[in-house]
C-alpha cells in the first residue's frame, strides 16, 4: 500500500515539477516574475507609466514577456502577461517585428552619450524571426478586428524589442549582456 501510494504521488508530482521547471525557466516564467519585480521597485509615478505599458491589453492588444514561438502547423506566438500565458495564432497576413539596442553600433552611441534610435527589422515568415527573438524579450501583439482586416482574432503583428522598455531604471547595457 505505501509503495503504491508513493508511486501514484510520483505519477502526479513527477511531470507536474517538470512543467513549473520548463514554465519558470524555459518559457519566460522568471523573466516576467523579474519584469514585476522591476516595476514594483520603481517611483510611484514611474510605476503606474511602466505597469501600463507591460501589463498593455484590450480586445485587441496584449503585452507582457515572450513566452516561445510555435513555427509549425498552428503558426504563433505565446506571451506571458497580465491575463496569464496566452496564445496569439498567425495567419497569412501576420507581420513580425523586432527592434533593436543591443548591437554593437548603437551600444557604442549609447556609451559615448550620443542619441540611439532602435533598428526595425520586419518579417513575414515567423520561422524566420524567431531566429532572431529570445525568449523573455518583452513583446507587444495586436489582433485583427474588423477594421484591420484579416482572420478576425488572429495575430497582426507581434512586436519584440531586445530591451525592456517599460523599465526605465534597467540599464541597457546590462540587458544586453543577457
Not at 521547471?21 to 519566460?28: A, D, E, Q, R, V
Not at 533598428?119 to 524567431?130: L, V
Not at 532572431?132 to 524579450?137: D, N, Y
Request: a positive charge; hydrophobic letters at 40%.
Amino acid at each position: 500500500m505505501f509503495v503504491r501510494t508513493i508511486k501514484i504521488i510520483l505519477i502526479v508530482l513527477l511531470p507536474l515539477s517538470i512543467f513549473t521547471s520548463l514554465l519558470y525557466f524555459s518559457w519566460g516564467g522568471k523573466d516576467y516574475l523579474e519584469a514585476k519585480k522591476s516595476i514594483a521597485r520603481l517611483s510611484d509615478e514611474q510605476k503606474s507609466y511602466s505597469k501600463a505599458l507591460f501589463e498593455n491589453y484590450n480586445e485587441y492588444l496584449y503585452s507582457g514577456i515572450l513566452m516561445g514561438t510555435v513555427k509549425i502547423w498552428n503558426q504563433g506566438v505565446w506571451v506571458w502577461g497580465a491575463k496569464g500565458p496566452r496564445f496569439f495564432r498567425s495567419d497569412e497576413h501576420t507581420v513580425y517585428s523586432y527592434f533593436q539596442v543591443c548591437t554593437p553600433e548603437i551600444l557604442q552611441d549609447l556609451k559615448n552619450g550620443n542619441s540611439i534610435k532602435p533598428i526595425r527589422n520586419i518579417y513575414t515568415d515567423i520561422a524566420k524571426w524567431s531566429n532572431k527573438v529570445r525568449v523573455g524579450e518583452y513583446i507587444t501583439v495586436t489582433t485583427a478586428s474588423s477594421i484591420s482586416g484579416g482572420n478576425l482574432g488572429r495575430l497582426r503583428e507581434a512586436l519584440v524589442h531586445d530591451w525592456w522598455i517599460f523599465d526605465p531604471n534597467k540599464e541597457i547595457l546590462s540587458q544586453c549582456k543577457k
